[in-house]
């Protein structure tokens, strides 16, 4: 439980760079709460903390790491029925998708 503590704090530190516009920290915070969350396997954590390494790599100008992110972010959350990080993972990627990398197909 204090494994998935530290996790959490990590995602909601990282939000916080993000939401002040430090996207280049957020990322970086973000990738260090991926990394900790794979090692903990418990998806919902695992896709929430991907959800916002996407939204702070799209804004640190790497949308194709966002893309990445939102899709296993998705899959992640639909596999361990979090299905409203689902939803925010598919609503995102829409964006990243059609606007940011314009693919349309």
Not at 33 to 43: K, N, P, R, S, T
């Amino acid at each position: 439980a204090a494994d998935i503590a530290k996790v959490r704090d990590e995602i909601t530190r990282a939000n916080a760079r993000f939401d002040a516009g430090q996207y280049a920290r957020a990322r970086k915070l973000a990738g260090q709460a991926v990394d900790h969350a794979d090692a903990i396997g418990w998806q919902p954590l695992r896709a929430r903390a991907r959800l916002i390494f996407a939204a702070a790599s799209d804004r640190a100008g790497d949308s194709l790491a966002a893309a990445s992110a939102l899709a296993d972010a998705y899959f992640l959350a639909s596999e361990s029925e979090d299905f409203e990080s689902a939803a925010d993972a598919a609503t995102r990627a829409i964006y990243v998708f059609g606007i940011r990398l314009a693919r349309r197909d």
